[in-house]
């Protein structure tokens, strides 16, 4: 396995000579060592995308999906190796790292077939001596930039719809876990991706950033991470009219109703807000029990978080392992201690653990009592803290549901038909899961609205997002 760049097909060392030290959050300690560049990483990469892409667009999408598919199959061959990469740089356990990297090998599976249905049409004209086509032409170079907590799953979104299409990639994942994303290069060169197609760099984020949005070369930026920079982007595409995706961040509600098997509610939401510690973008942030199964619904909860065990993921029958910075850790505390002080009551949790001295173990955090005034009702907490409050109706939880500038996901549980209609239409979000609380899949169409960005990511509007359309007028 090659811990590096890759720029047109050549394992590198970052040009300026910087390197960088990927922490192990469990510990503490340093795992490697990796290149860390900067902005003239970016333009060689870039250039070695923009020379490869006519080639990789005329292939046909047989050719392309046959080597995803090889991809594919070499991910989950290869997944007892890859797993405890992810474990040991981003802290989720062994099993949640399983699961991601068979999720990346889904998605290179399912666009290696959907880059076959690259449809363009025929449109019947108004005049008898025209006729009028629609093309769907690859955008072009596309630049990816992407969070730490999918390491290997949100880069593969990116690249594997991207490349179907015709597009060459640079990539750059986060500083925080570049190691998964640099094993998913490998196996791509492996699977025999031409030199250029696919370069990933590493290093500083603005510098890099910069590069992408200020080369002609690169046509689209496809981004997923938080809010903050997904402004800057925004702002910095504007001078070059650059097209962007945006995948940011969310505060996901989770209304649960009175005529639930409370037990069976209680286990799936613990297990969907305590995955990879609450880290997840889509993961459920503020639950909303009704009137009258709160009490109940409370204790079935605490009783779930008080099993959890926490610890290195790399141990068995650990469930829950740490936060993946210091600063991650810091800002749970925040959010905690802002609560604490507007009235919240905790109840399992709500500090470090006693027992595991290193590492950024925060415990999982059970609070009620929450009100719309504390920072864990209306912004992303991103760790392991899950405030219950009470809702009376169907329109009040609605309302509490849909009180934030965010529109990534938003979740309900009911048995009623009539309230899951109603529900599913009355929740202003990108994704809606009912009685499904765990809906990312490769087929399924992935993103946020409001706040929370655009685009879309997997399923066929996954591949839209990389294709232009071209309209040919001919006149005969
Ligand atoms: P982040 O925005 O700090 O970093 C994301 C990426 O942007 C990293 O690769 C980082 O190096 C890069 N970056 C930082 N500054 C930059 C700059 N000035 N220019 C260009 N790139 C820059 O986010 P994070 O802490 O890594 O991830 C957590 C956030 O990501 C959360 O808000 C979470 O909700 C969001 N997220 C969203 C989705 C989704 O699909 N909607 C999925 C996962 C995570």
């Not at 925004?234 to 505060?251: T, V």
């Amino acid at each position: 396995m090659q811990y590096k760049m890759l720029i047109d097909g050549h394992w590198v060392e970052a040009r300026g000579g910087g390197s960088r030290a990927v922490i192990d959050p469990a510990t503490e300690s340093v795992i490697t060592s990796v290149p860390f560049g900067d902005g003239r990483d970016a333009y060689a990469a870039i250039d070695a995308a923009a020379r490869a892409q006519p080639a990789w667009a005329q292939m046909t999408a047989y050719e392309r999906g046959a080597l995803l598919l090889r991809a594919a199959y070499l991910i989950r061959e290869r997944i007892e190796t890859l797993a405890p990469i992810m474990t040991r740089e981003c802290g989720k356990p062994l099993n949640e790292a399983r699961g991601e990297w068979n999720a990346a090998a889904d998605l290179f599976e399912w666009f290696a077939e959907e880059g076959k249905r690259a449809y363009g049409r025929v449109i019947p004209a108004r005049r008898s001596h025209k006729r009028l086509l629609v093309l769907k032409e690859a955008v072009g170079v596309v630049a990816t930039i992407t969070a730490w907590n999918f390491p290997a799953y949100l880069p593969a979104r990116k690249w594997s719809a991207a490349l179907a299409a015709g597009c060459t990639v640079v990539g750059k994942p986060s500083e925080i876990t570049p190691m998964s994303a640099m094993a998913l290069v490998n196996l791509l060169v492996e699977a025999g991706i031409p030199a250029g197609v696919m370069n990933l760099v590493n290093g500083k984020a603005e510098d890099i950033g910069q590069a992408f949005l200020q080369s002609p070369l690169v046509n689209k930026i496809s981004f997923t991470g938080s809010q903050r920079v997904g402004q800057i982007l925004m702002r910095g595409a504007a001078d070059g009219i650059k097209k962007l995706a945006l995948e940011l961040g969310g505060s996901a509600p989770v209304l649960i109703f009175d005529d639930v098997d409370v037990e069976s509610a209680a286990e799936q939401a613990v297990a969907a807000k305590f995955r990879n510690n609450g880290q997840v973008c889509i993961s459920p942030a503020r639950f909303y029990a009704q009137r009258g199964i709160f009490e109940e619904f409370l204790e079935a909860t605490r009783a779930r978080i008080a099993a959890l065990k926490l610890g290195s993921g790399l141990e068995a029958g650990v469930t829950t392992g740490p936060l993946v910075t210091a600063e991650g850790r810091e800002r749970v505390e925040s959010f905690v201690a802002d609560a604490q002080t507007k009235g919240a009551n905790v109840v399992i949790g709500g500090s470090r653990p006693q027992a595991l001295g290193r590492g950024f173990f925060y415990q999982p955090t059970l609070l009620t009592n929450v009100n719309p005034t504390m920072r864990i009702s209306c912004d992303e907490v991103f760790g392991p803290v899950m405030p219950v409050s009470p809702f009376e109706t169907l329109a009040d939880g609605l309302r509490q549901a849909n009180a934030t500038p965010f529109g990534l996901a938003g979740y309900a549980m009911t048995n009623n038909v009539k309230t899951a209609v109603r529900v599913y239409e009355g929740l202003k979000f990108g994704i809606v899961g009912v009685n499904d609380l765990v809906p990312a899949t490769a087929e399924g169409p992935f993103g946020g609205i409001k706040e929370s960005g655009f685009g879309s990511e997997g399923a066929a509007e996954g591949l839209l997002e990389y294709l232009n359309t071209k309209f040919v007028s001919m006149g005969m």
